[in-house]
Antibody, heavy 117, light 110 residues
Framework: EVQLVESGGGLAQPGGSLRLSCAAS????????MHWVRQAPGKGLVWVSN????????TYADSVTGRFTISRDNAKNTLYLQMNSLRADDTGVYYC??????????WGQGTPVTVSS | QTVVTQEPSFSVSPGGTVTLTCGLS?????????PSWYQQTPGQAPRTLIY???TRSSGVPDRFSGSILGNKAALTITGAQADDESDYYC??????????FGGGTKLTVL
């Protein structure tokens, strides 16, 4: 089955860290750009970051640059998001998504992140 | 910083037609921004509707269509149905790997 399954979300303190994972199955993971998109409670979708198929190119939204790191392990068909120096406004549901040529055609179910003391 | 603009809310009668738009705080949207549209209902992951301005994603009914209208990308729903009541998001590719979502439009069908 073609799917993305996120994990790793939870509660973190301000200034703390979390690492999100996104396990891909059913498709040639290493041939696709992959993205992270987040959604604060009751708010809209916000693009966070993306990474090229071989991991050689990464891009970040200004709001997370220097704090978040996207990476992938193509041998494990897994995408990651390392989140450091977390802030309250990083709270939300984090989705991974597959990029099929300027369109996000496959989404995971999301993993919730709460940053609070 | 570039802001992608969408109407916060819109209302349409069942069977009616509605056009949602996606603009830029500065400048015009063109096909070079590869506008795409996503539908999201509460608690669910987004669903892809339209990509590359006007191409429908697999399985999307043809009552959904995309275009460029003036200086904005547009999503038109023709013959709106009750289950079209959702949040709709556009996203633009800004170049250099950067993407920006609009704030979303909450569509009510009544």
């Amino acid at each position: 089955e073609v799917q993305l399954v996120e994990s790793g979300g939870g509660l973190a303190q301000p200034g703390g860290s979390l690492r999100l994972s996104c396990a891909a199955s059913g498709f040639a993971f290493n041939t696709f750009w992959m993205h992270w998109v987040r959604q604060a409670p009751g708010k809209g979708l916000v693009w966070v970051s993306n990474i090229y198929g071989d991991g050689s190119t990464t891009t970040y939204a200004d709001s997370v640059t220097g704090r978040f790191t996207i990476s992938r392990d193509n041998a494990k068909n897994t995408l990651y998001l390392q989140m450091n120096s977390l802030r309250a406004d990083d709270t939300g549901v984090y989705y991974c998504a597959r990029d099929r040529g300027y369109m996000l055609d496959l989404w995971g179910q999301g993993t919730p992140v709460t940053v609070s003391s | 910083q570039t802001v992608v603009t969408q109407e916060p809310s819109f209302s349409v009668s069942p069977g009616g037609t509605v056009t949602l738009t996606c603009g830029l705080s500065s400048g015009s949207v063109s096909s070079t921004y590869y506008p795409s549209w996503y539908q999201q209902t509460p608690g669910q992951a987004p669903r892809t509707l339209i990509y590359s301005t006007s191409t429908r994603s697999s399985g999307v009914p043809d009552r959904f269509s995309g275009s460029i209208l003036g200086n904005k990308a547009a999503l038109t729903i023709t013959g709106a149905q009750a289950d079209d009541e959702s949040d709709y998001y556009c996203v633009l590719y800004m170049g250099s790997g950067l993407w920006v979502f609009g704030g979303g439009t909450k569509l009510t069908v009544l």
